[in-house]
């Protein structure tokens, strides 16, 4: 039987509902398989939601 680390064993604490005040901003994670669509795609997406956070989009792991 297989052993996790303490850390990985002990439940996450509950996390605030998204925009309740100290939530953190809510991600949105994207992968894009046509890198030249990606600009296009995001300004819909900021269009849709301007108070997202883009950070992983705009961060391009493709």
Known sequence: MRTFP???QTPAPPAAPPGAAGAPPQAH????KNVRNAPALRA???ARDPKADFAMLDARTV
């Open 29 to 32: 994670l994207f992968y894009f």
């Open 6 to 8: 303490l850390e990985l």
């Open 44 to 46: 819909r997406l900021v």
